[in-house]
């Protein structure tokens, strides 16, 4: 009787939401990528 009453998981919330955290994190490495090497050269 439990289980009927129980709503089954839809996992296409879930699969958006890792691919939204994928793509977020993808971006930050690329960002820090940038600024490690975009930074001002010192002369020596």
Avoid at 9 to 31: E, K, Q, R, W
């Amino acid at each position: 009787m439990i289980a009927q009453n129980i709503a089954l998981y839809n996992h296409n919330n879930g699969v958006y939401m890792i691919a939204f955290f994928g793509l977020v994190c993808l971006g930050l490495v690329v960002m820090l990528l940038l600024f490690m090497n975009g930074g001002k050269k010192k002369e020596e």
